[in-house]
């Protein structure tokens, strides 16, 4: 998450605009998405997107994750 943020923000002061997609989140274990997802709030980074890519959450669980970020 680091080097993404890096690159991100890299690009960010050369003028591009950036995301950044926290993918397969649902095989992370919950302490290292928190961790990611503290990160990537406490960047410059305005947007990212939580990915499900192996389609095995369900939508409760993806707003719980992407709600507590707010928390950040």
Known sequence: ???????A???MDKGYET???LMAVSKVNEHDLDEA???VAKSKVPVFYVVDSFGSMYCEEV???TKSTWNY
């Open 1 to 7: 998450m680091d080097k993404a943020i890096a690159l």
């Open 9 to 11: 923000e890299h690009c």
């Open 19 to 21: 995301t950044i997609n």
């Open 37 to 39: 997802l503290n990160d």
């Open 63 to 65: 707003e719980l994750i």
